[in-house]
């Protein structure tokens, strides 16, 4: 089956797509984004990448063999290594390693492996582990260390992330603590606090125009999820200074990630383009929300996880047009 994709309904076009082509192809988009967390997180990433992923492939391996008893074992199809990296990803550089195995096990094995495995799973099973953690652990999840520092990761020196200040800018309705924002040349390279997957929003953009160019995904839902997320932070921007401008919106927090890559996920979005458009203007329209309103500075996160389980209802209604069909006049 790792051999097979199956991404629509009859008639099949047979292509060299398969699923571990695709899954590692996203990891290779990731390289850019790695590379950046690694230079201005050093050891910290490497060592909240490493366990994320080992932790995945291992409790993927463990739960098919031991406790589902599959004869074949599909770990090797990229998707866990995947999971793990996009986990990774969504953490900060200093979060104890025994934190980080406790999020890869509930991603693996509550998010996907309980569903059946891979192409069964409703929800993204890497912000499922991490939805779970930064409920159980909101003090170690949000608790960020200042980019640059090389030493010991779990004794970096801590510091507000843009989303923090944008929230505090809303709480006290001042527009003057915007002023504390980096401006958008450091939030575009990465010079900022937050998760590995923050730090650079062009290492981001660089990834998917990779996948865009393989074909990997299609430009519906980032692009439908980015253009939405501008036009409404833009205009709450314009109705009042207290809130960031949309380009300050979208450089910070896990927008660009969410946006290229987790809400991209080929088993938790539709199928259809049409369906992937309501899927990203709904996704950024929940994020806006979220992150304005919200107790919590971010809500990318949430809002994929809400709209994967509106996902088949918008397969429903977003068909394509049966192959043979005659249109009624």
Known sequence: MAKKLIVSLSPHVHTRDSV????????????????????????????VLATSV??????????????????????????AVLTGLLLGFNLP?????WIIIIGALVAIGVGKMTFGGLGCNPFNPALVGRAFLLVSFPVQMTTWPVPGQLGSYLDAETAATPLAVMKNAI????????????DSIDLLVGQTGGCLG???????????????????????IPVSILATVFVLSGLLHLSNPIYASPVTVLLTGGMMLGACFMATDYVTS????????????????????????????????????????????????????????????
């Not at 899927?279 to 971010?298: D, H, K, N, Q, S």
């Not at 809500?299 to 192959?323: D, Q």
Request: charged share 15%; with cysteine.
């Open 20 to 47: 571990q082509r695709n899954m590692y192809g996203v990891c290779i988009a990731l390289i850019p984004a790695l590379l950046t967390s690694l230079y201005f997180f050093g050891i910290g990433a490497a060592v």
């Open 54 to 79: 080992a932790s995945c492939v291992l409790f993927e391996w463990a739960i098919a063999k031991f406790i589902l008893k599959k004869e074949e074992v599909t770990v090797t199809d990229g998707s």
């Open 93 to 97: 550089s200093n979060l104890p390693i």
């Open 171 to 182: 709480k006290a309705g001042d527009a003057s603590i915007l002023e504390q924002l980096p």
């Open 198 to 220: 923050e730090v650079s929003a062009l290492a981001l953009l660089i990834g998917l125009a990779y996948m865009l160019a393989r074909r990997i995904i299609t430009w519906h």
């Open 270 to 329: 539709p199928m259809t383009a049409k369906g992937q458009i309501i899927y990203g203007v709904a996704i950024g329209f929940l994020t806006v929300v979220i992150r304005t309103f919200g107790a919590y500075p971010e809500g990318m996160s949430f809002a994929i996880l809400i709209m994967n389980a509106f996902t088949p209802l918008i397969n429903t209604y977003c068909k394509p047009k049966r192959f043979g069909e005659v249109v009624k006049k």
